[in-house]
């Protein structure tokens, strides 16, 4: 099914999901949709357990985020079509994915690094351990809701589609930046050897700040409260914010997806492919 993006009266629903490799850690989720002109977010959460009761204290208070497990599809997409009023046009997913199982790197990531390496920006090479079968359920289940894997076949703005996105590239394209935002909480000691904690946190806070001001412009309003720069707390406090800002970076991505082949472009093959934005220059000449 082909979106008419073009009209200003369509509805388009788009799920985000920052999803974890294993199933130790938690996963961001973001719900966002388009009535009329504009986008608005309807819910965000850095946890599946958050996301689908509401409890958003959880967004800020990482040590509350409790469910750590393989995502439920059919529990998400009927909480997201709840809370949206209609079945959401695509799901977009920041983990490997393929139509086959994964057992090495791909070409997906490959292609990935070629062109955004130089950026700090290279894919991670995924295994069959990792994600592994987190993966393969995920994609399989959410085959049988109706979202078949997007690949490089596939063309851009079809909806009703699942899609794979990297945040990296992403954000680099969005905020028209020469490498790789330094946000990862757990890279924050790669990032700033030699700073102290409470420098790392306030340098941390100030990129969260940065995307998530970003990400306002194109969604309005979010109820995801970032701790103030300067303010005290652990590293570790900040990954839940980390996972929700990545779980709305992918609905950014698929905001791009949905406009057409001139904003959005598939680096694969009919195997696996990972969506990335086309963002017009400066000048507008990419437009």
């Not at 102290?196 to 194109?218: C, I, M, P, W, Y």
Request: hydrophobic letters at 40%; a neutral charge.
């Amino acid at each position: 099914m082909q979106s008419d993006s073009n009209s200003p009266d369509r509805i388009q629903t788009i799920l985000g999901i920052d999803a974890a490799w294993s199933e130790t850690n938690p996963s961001g989720v973001a719900l966002v949709q388009k009535r009329g002109p504009d986008w608005h977010c309807i819910r965000v959460a850095s946890s599946y357990a958050s996301f689908v009761s509401g409890q958003l204290e959880e967004t800020v208070n990482c040590s509350k985020v409790t469910m750590r497990r393989i995502p439920n599809a059919d529990l998400l997409i009927e909480t997201a079509t709840g809370l949206a009023g209609v079945q959401p046009d695509l799901v977009c997913i920041d983990m490997p994915m393929a139509t086959t199982p994964i057992k090495k790197r791909r070409v997906a990531d490959s292609c990935v690094s070629k062109m955004y390496g130089a950026r700090w920006c290279a894919a991670h090479s995924p295994s069959a351990q990792r994600p592994g079968a987190i993966s393969n359920k995920l994609r399989e289940d959410l085959g049988n809701l109706g979202y078949p894997l997007a690949t490089a076949d596939m063309v851009a703005g079809t909806t009703r589609a699942l899609i794979e996105v990297y945040p990296h590239p992403a954000i680099v394209e969005f905020l028209r930046l020469q490498r790789r935002l330094p946000y990862k909480v757990s890279k924050a000691h790669t990032y700033w050897p030699g700073f102290s904690t409470g420098e790392k946190r306030e340098n941390l806070l100030v990129e969260f700040h940065r995307l998530h001001d970003a990400l306002t412009l194109v969604f309005g309003p979010l109820e995801l409260p970032l701790p103030a720069v300067g303010s005290s707390g652990s590293l570790a406090s900040l990954k839940c914010f980390e996972d929700a800002l990545d779980a709305l970076v992918c609905c950014w991505v698929g905001v791009h997806y949905l406009g057409g082949q001139k904003q959005a472009v598939a680096l694969g093959d009919p195997e696996s492919a990972i969506w990335c934005p086309i963002v017009p220059t400066l000048s507008g000449s990419n437009a």
